[in-house]
């Protein structure tokens, strides 16, 4: 077995890892989601819960096939087209997983520090 054959081949673990990790995950999700939901007094954080961990299962997913492509482009396949495709991989990748935290959160990354304060969404004080 060859060098690229060993690396191809963990390459292929690593991404149906990052696939696993997502569908697990999402599974998961709704598993922990539907008894909740059932519930009239905890259905609302039911969705809330569910969104948040679905979007942390495909967030973690993602890192993880991130993974691959850079073992692969750097140790298999090491051309300027191949850089080239990751670097586009990544960005679109970076960006799904920005919208994804914002779309959890409610707010943008550099504004978390106001849900820590307690100034929540809107930068207005808490009532006192």
């Keep these: 077995m060859t060098f690229e054959?060993?690396?191809?081949?963990?390459?292929?673990?690593?991404?149906?890892?990052?696939?696993?990790?997502?569908?697990?995950?999402?599974?998961?999700?709704?598993?922990?989601?539907?008894?909740?939901?059932?519930?009239?007094?905890?259905?609302?954080?039911?969705?809330?819960?569910?969104r948040r961990n679905l979007g942390q299962a495909i967030l973690l997913g993602l890192e993880?096939?991130?993974?691959?492509?850079?073992i692969r482009t750097i140790l298999v396949t090491s051309t300027v087209e191949s850089v080239l495709i990751l670097g586009a991989i990544v960005l679109i990748r970076i960006l799904l997983s920005f919208s994804l935290e914002v779309e959890m959160d409610g707010v943008w990354p550099w504004a978390?520090?106001?849900?820590?304060?307690?100034?929540?969404?809107?930068?207005?004080?808490?009532?006192?």
Excluded: T
């Design 112 to 128: 978390r520090w106001r849900l820590a304060s307690g100034l929540g969404r809107s930068g207005a004080q808490p009532p006192e």
């Design 64 to 70: 993880v096939l991130i993974v691959a492509d850079i």
């Design 5 to 50: 054959q060993v690396i191809s081949a963990v390459v292929l673990v690593v991404e149906a890892v990052g696939a696993g990790i997502m569908v697990l995950g999402g599974a998961a999700a709704f598993i922990v989601a539907v008894p909740r939901a059932l519930r009239p007094d905890s259905r609302a954080a039911a969705y809330q819960g569910l």
